[in-house]
């Protein structure tokens, strides 16, 4: 098993920055790919970005040139760095650790991002 414990959620005005934190902690050895999703209330869950361990990383389209995600495997962690908040990224973002690039094997319990407007 492995466990994900977020921080650095909060509420922001439009146009700030926050940076999450997500540390993964038990059977680590089996991890390839960390990263986050994000809810929305009445939306489903989606893709943020995702990290491999050597590095390659993926984002969805409307965070592009705003986020950035990072990896400190020697700490187990991994960062979204998230500039110029919009209030549409307003969502529960949620940490997730998986075997390989397709598969989410585990879930943090998701930290609330509230962007004003």
């Known amino acids: 098993q ?9 509420l922001v005005q439009a146009g700030g920055s926050l940076r999450l934190s997500c540390a993964a ?13 994000r809810q929305a209330p009445g939306k489903q869950r989606e893709l943020v970005a995702r ?3 050597d590095g390659v990383t993926n984002y969805a389209d ?14 187990n962690t991994v960062y979204l ?4 908040l919009k209030p549409e990224d307003t ?3 949620y940490c ?3 075997k390989n690039w397709f598969e989410r094997n585990y879930w ?7 962007v004003s407007s």
């Open 81 to 84: 760095q998230m500039n110029s």
């Open 51 to 53: 990290i491999s361990s």
């Open 25 to 37: 902690s038990g059977s680590i050895f089996s991890i390839n790919t960390m990263g986050w999703h």
């Open 2 to 10: 492995v466990q994900l414990v977020e921080s650095g959620g909060g």
């Open 108 to 114: 943090g319990q998701g930290t609330q991002v509230t």
């Open 91 to 93: 969502a529960v973002y």
């Open 96 to 98: 997730f650790a998986s």
């Open 62 to 75: 409307s965070v592009k040139g705003r986020f950035t995600i990072s990896r400190d495997n020697a700490k």
